[in-house]
T-cell receptor, first 112, second 115 residues
């Protein structure tokens, strides 16, 4: 069974204080690992897809990396508007549905 | 980017009534749509997968007679919560995918409160 574990559960940072969020996964065959951002009362907003170990992607203050067992979302010099829940999800090898399995997320709060 | 519209964004209903939630892909044809449920501070739990023109595939533990899914066209899927009860109160989110390996685009969610 595919499993995704995210840590920490919650993280509070001061503006400008860089940190990393972790996503550990167990999947029979990884087809893709996804990072989403979710604001309260909203649907998830796509950030990145990573497909193979060693791959990295960047967007503004965010950088996602991938190994064979985990992914990190690095946030550099965060701002209060980066406050949100960050969700990690894996898509297993193609099947009839190729559905995503989500972790429980990391709730990030960035304060002034 | 692709846009998925979900309606309504919130609904309050009496126990025993049925509620329909719509999910539309506005600028692409969605061969597959997914319906998720999310409780406060928890992750998204997949309820069912719907493919246009065929019956939905439900996840284990999800009552197909209670959560009716219709994917009548390539741009519209609906979820009907039948005979809703307070325990059905939750945040329901739909998502759509264009191909077999495309990222999912999510709707903005529907907060259902059953009194």
């Amino acid at each position: 069974e595919d499993q995704v574990t995210q840590s920490p559960e919650a993280l509070r940072l001061q503006e400008g204080e860089s940190s990393s969020l972790n996503c550990s996964y167990t999947v029979s065959g990884l087809r893709g690992l996804f990072w989403y951002r979710q604001d309260p009362g909203k649907g998830p907003e796509f950030l990145f897809t990573l497909y193979s170990a060693g791959e990295e992607k960047e967007k503004e203050r965010l950088k996602a990396t991938l190994t064979k067992k985990e992914s990190f979302l690095h946030i550099t010099a965060p701002k209060p508007e980066d406050s949100a829940t960050y969700l990690c999800a894996v898509q297993a090898s193609p099947g009839t549905a190729s559905k995503l399995t989500f972790g429980t997320g990391t709730r990030l709060q960035v304060t002034l | 980017g692709a846009v998925v519209s979900q309606h309504p964004s919130w609904v309050i209903c009496k126990s025993g009534t049925s509620v329909k939630i719509e999910c539309r892909s506005l600028d692409f044809q969605a061969t597959t749509m997914f319906w998720y449920r999310q409780f406060p501070k928890q992750s998204l739990m997949l309820m069912a997968t719907s493919n246009e023109g065929s019956k939905a595939t439900y996840e284990q533990g999800v009552e197909k007679d209670k959560f009716l899914i219709n994917h009548a066209s390539l741009t519209l899927s609906t979820l009907t919560v039948t005979s809703a009860h307070p325990e059905d109160s939750s945040f329901y989110i739909c998502s759509a995918r264009r191909g077999t390996n495309e990222k999912l685009f999510f709707g903005s969610g529907t907060q259902l409160s059953v009194l």
